[in-house]
């Protein structure tokens, strides 16, 4: 279960790159605040605060956007309006599947996301907003 958990803020990690995956994300500053449920877990994890800034070119394409890790890859990618899915499968030392759905609302989104590896399963919420430009 340590492994999972391990994974898991890996991938939390990585995470910010996750949503830029939408025509309606916009360059700039954005907080995201993360939290994550896993089964068996004796005490709930705190949530997680983030700032990152993001540049034109870092929400063009949305496939490179989700990772940059060279052992996952996106297999299914999908936006209807303002929602982004995704599904990804990742290989190494992170292996798993990954699936995602984000909703866009101007300058703040939300996002679900699942990560199944070895029979354990994570669910991330992140909820973020742009909070200006970058410095």
Same mark, same amino acid.
């Given at each position: 279960? +340590?492994?999972?958990?391990?994974?898991?803020?890996?991938?939390?990690?990585?995470? =910010?790159?996750?949503?830029?995956?939408?025509?309606?994300?916009?360059?700039?500053? #954005?907080?995201?605040?993360?939290?994550?449920?896993?089964?068996?877990?004796?005490?709930?994890? =705190?949530?997680?605060?983030?700032?990152?800034?993001?540049?034109?070119?870092?929400? +063009? *394409?949305?496939?490179?956007?989700?990772?940059?890790?060279?052992?996952?890859?996106?297999? *299914?990618?999908?936006?209807?309006?303002?929602?982004?899915? #995704?599904?990804?499968?990742?290989?190494?030392?992170? =292996?798993?599947?990954?699936?995602?759905?984000?909703?866009?609302?101007? *300058?703040?989104?939300?996002?679900?996301?699942?990560?199944?590896?070895?029979?354990?399963?994570?669910?991330?919420?992140?909820?973020?907003?742009?909070?200006?430009?970058?410095?």
């Amino acid at each position: 279960m +340590k492994k999972i958990v391990i994974n898991a803020v890996v991938f939390t990690l990585v995470l =910010p790159v996750t949503i830029l995956a939408a025509d309606t994300m916009h360059e700039g500053r #954005w907080e995201l605040t993360t939290t994550m449920e896993m089964q068996g877990m004796p005490m709930k994890m =705190p949530p997680t605060k983030t700032e990152h800034c993001y540049t034109k070119e870092d929400v +063009k *394409d949305q496939k490179k956007a989700i990772t940059t890790d060279k052992n996952c890859t996106v297999t *299914d990618l999908k936006q209807s309006g303002n929602k982004v899915t #995704w599904k990804m499968k990742c290989t190494g030392k992170t =292996p798993g599947d990954f699936s995602g759905e984000t909703v866009f609302k101007g *300058d703040s989104f939300n996002s679900i996301m699942k990560m199944v590896a070895e029979g354990q399963t994570v669910n991330m919420n992140v909820k973020a907003k742009r909070l200006g430009n970058c410095p």
